[in-house]
C-alpha cells in the first residue's frame, strides 16, 4: 500500500493512496535454466548402475523378482527406445527449464512447467488449488501434479503416474505410487528431492535428491528420438529371464565383495542394524 500526499493548487492538501495486490511474500522464483551437478551418486545416473545392485533400496519380493527377470536387451525394442523418464526419475540426470503460468488479469499463479532436456518431456504443477482427478482417470508418464509453498519451499505432490522405474536396472515402481518433492532455492543453488511411497514395490519409502545450478547463458535444446529396428526379432520376442535363470545376477556381488543377500536389497538393509547380519555373512562368503 503506498500513500503520496502533495499540495494542490490553492494550497489544499491532496491525498493519493495507492492499494495494491500482495502476492505471498514466502513464494521463491523457481524460473530459469538449471545445470544438473553429478557429484551425488554419479555411477549410478551417468554409466548406469549394474545389474543385480538393488542395494539400499527399499524394494519388496515382487519387486526383486521385477529386477531379477529384467533383460537389458529390452532396450533394443523399437517401442523402448523412445520411453521417456517418468517425472520422479527425470532428477536423476538432464538440465532442466522452470518457468511460471500467471493469470494476466489477477497475478496469481496458476501454474509451475518444468522441462526436461531428455525427450524434452514437459510437465504441469498446478498452482490454483485443484483437485486431483479421479483414481480411474488417465495415467501419464508425468502424472498429475499439484503444488503448494511451505515457508520458501515449493512442496509437489503427484499422482496418476503410469508404471516407471527408480533404477535404470529393472528395480519397478507402480503406478500405484504417490509421489512428494520438494524444491529448495537457496541463491543459485536449487535442491529437488523425490519422496515415492509404493504399496505394490515397496517395503518402504524411496527417497532421492538432486543438485542444479542456475545458468545465464544455457538453453534446452531439442531432443529428437526415432525409434528403429536395431536387430531383426520375432514378433512376440520380448526379452527377459525366468526365475532364477539370469546368469549376470551375481556378478555385481561377487566383483565387489558383497554378500549376495545384501545386494539384493529390502528396507532391513538399509538401517545401521544390519550390519550385525554382515557379520554373518562376510564370514560364510569368505569360506566359499
Not at 538393509?269 to 564370514?283: D, F, G, I, Q, S
Request: proline fraction near 7%; hydrophobic fraction near 40%; glycine fraction near 8%.
Amino acid at each position: 500500500m503506498l500513500h503520496v500526499s502533495r499540495l494542490g493548487m490553492g494550497g489544499a492538501l491532496i491525498a493519493v493512496t495507492f492499494v495494491g495486490v500482495n502476492v505471498a511474500e514466502a513464494q521463491v522464483n523457481l524460473a530459469g535454466v538449471w545445470t544438473a551437478t553429478y557429484g551425488e551418486d554419479y555411477p549410478d545416473r551417468i554409466p548406469g548402475p549394474e545389474l543385480g545392485d538393488y542395494a539400499g533400496l527399499p524394494l519388496n519380493d515382487a519387486n526383486r523378482l521385477r529386477a531379477q527377470s529384467w533383460s537389458a536387451s529390452i532396450l533394443s525394442l523399437p517401442h523402448y527406445q523412445c520411453r521417456v523418464h517418468p517425472a520422479d526419475y527425470a532428477n536423476s540426470f538432464a538440465d532442466i527449464r522452470i518457468w511460471e503460468e500467471i493469470d494476466t488479469v489477477t497475478q496469481e499463479l496458476i501454474a509451475i512447467h518444468i522441462q526436461h532436456f531428455a525427450w524434452n518431456t514437459v510437465r504441469t504443477i498446478w498452482m490454483d488449488g485443484r483437485p486431483h482427478p479421479p483414481e480411474l482417470a488417465e495415467h501419464t508418464s508425468m502424472g498429475f501434479s499439484t503444488g503448494e509453498w511451505e515457508g520458501r519451499t515449493l512442496k509437489v505432490t503427484t499422482t496418476h503416474l503410469k508404471e516407471g522405474w527408480l533404477r535404470r536396472n529393472g528395480v519397478a515402481r507402480s503406478d500405484r505410487a504417490v509421489v512428494t518433492e520438494h524444491f529448495i532455492r537457496h541463491g543459485n543453488h536449487l535442491t529437488w528431492t523425490v519422496y515415492v511411497q509404493d504399496p505394490v514395490y515397496l517395503e518402504e519409502p524411496f527417497f532421492r535428491s538432486r543438485d542444479y545450478v542456475l545458468s545465464e547463458t544455457d538453453r534446452i535444446g531439442a531432443y529428437p528420438c526415432e525409434s528403429v529396428v536395431e536387430v531383426v526379432l520375432p514378433a512376440d520376442y520380448f526379452p527377459h529371464y525366468l526365475p532364477g535363470q539370469n546368469p549376470f545376477l551375481h556378478e555385481f556381488a561377487e566383483k565387489h565383495g558383497i554378500p549376495f543377500e545384501a545386494a539384493m536389497g529390502g528396507a532391513r538393509t538399509m538401517y545401521p542394524e544390519y550390519r550385525e547380519r554382515l557379520k554373518e555373512l562376510l564370514p560364510a562368503k569368505a569360506a566359499e
